[in-house]
């Protein structure tokens, strides 16, 4: 069940009561769909599987389901209707694709529910927007250097045709991932405004662990997300898990939002090569040893990013002692 019910005010507020005080965001997702034999060397990244691979798209929401995660996040990141243009799809096809990649995660979670005995645990469907630098599909969401012609009108102009489909689609929010820069949160934050009636999130990374990756502050950016009320929840993605701590202490001193996390493995990814690189991840076990000390100074959405995967998921919930506890029942 989502929380359909809910307003935009207080659909996370319920949530996170009904889910004990601390949700579980699902993990890296192109990660899974590589690991079962996805090629992603594409400009449309993951979103080529909404084209070529439906099932396998499903799949991995329902392992992820399975893996314990109360938040799914489609398969949208880099779903762009330029995007799917520049690869020949019509305006209508491309718009479409925008719709299938909510469906499909829809479906996934009625598959889970059809399967499980947990039918009351609430699930969420949240419908990715990656950042202008993911269509570019050259690394600048790692850098947050766009140029310096980019404004914000056209930032705006760039995404609002696609956010008012997802909006539109059936999912319960939209998570605005990877959010490399100051002026890209302020572009959100005024297309929300303009009659989006569901509430987002907006989930920022940082290569410092004190900055967005652009170099802007993270406090202007957190600023800019609770000043927006569609904005129902503030926090990092895509950023090595040494990191997260002190980005929490830094968003808690502006927000009194809820925060998220969901870190990468704390690889590097070389846009070059398009590649994760300098292999310093961190195992499923040192990760999650982190879980309990974020949630205790302020996350209350936790979970993974890339190179992540549904054992992450899993270990991240036996780690949070009322999901353990629910767990071993």
């Known amino acids: 069940m989502g929380l359909s019910n809910g307003t935009v005010d207080t659909l996370l ?9 601390v949700a579980v965001i699902d993990g890296g997702f192109a990660t899974e769909l590589e690991r079962h034999g996805a090629d992603l060397n594409d400009p449309l990244w993951s979103a080529k599987c909404l084209h070529t691979s439906a099932n396998l798209v499903r799949k991995v929401h329902l392992d992820y389901l399975e893996a314990g995660a109360d ?6 990141y880099q779903a762009t209707i330029q995007g799917f243009e520049a690869k020949g799809f019509s305006k209508e096809e491309s718009e479409a694709m925008l719709k299938k990649s909510v469906d499909i995660a829809r479906e996934a979670r009625d598959i889970y529910y059809e399967k499980s005995l947990e039918s009351s645990r609430p699930i969420l469907v949240a419908a990715s927007v990656g950042s202008y630098g993911a269509y570019l599909a050259d690394g600048s969401e790692y850098s947050g250097d766009y140029g310096n012609a980019m404004n914000l009108e056209f930032l705006k102009n760039f995404h609002r045709r696609r956010v008012q489909i997802l909006a539109e689609s059936g999912a319960d929010l939209i998570a605005f991932e990877t959010v490399p820069n100051k002026l890209e949160a302020q572009a959100f934050a005024e297309l ?6 569901i509430p987002a999130w907006f989930s920022f990374n940082s290569k ?4 967005v990756v652009s170099g802007d502050s993270l406090t202007e950016c957190a600023k800019i997300a609770d000043s927006c009320k569609k904005v129902v929840a503030v926090g990092i993605n895509c950023t090595p898990p040494r990191f997260i701590s002190g980005l929490i202490q830094t968003i808690k001193k502006v927000t009194s939002k809820p925060i998220l996390i969901y870190p990468n493995s704390g690889e590097t990814y070389d846009a070059e090569i398009k590649q994760w690189v300098n292999n310093t991840g ?10 309990n000390k974020w949630c205790e100074i302020g996350a209350s959405l936790v979970g993974g990013c890339c190179r992540t995967t549904p054992n992450t998921i899993k270990a991240i919930c036996r780690t949070l002692p009322a999901r353990s506890a629910s767990l071993s029942l």
Do not use: M, P, Q
């Open 192 to 197: 929300l405004e303009e009659g989006i009636k």
């Open 71 to 76: 938040i799914i996040i489609t398969a949208s």
């Open 13 to 21: 507020s319920d949530f996170l009561r009904k889910s004990g005080g």
């Open 282 to 291: 961190v195992a499923d076990e040192d990760f999650v040893s982190y879980v």
């Open 208 to 211: 410092d662990g004190v900055n």
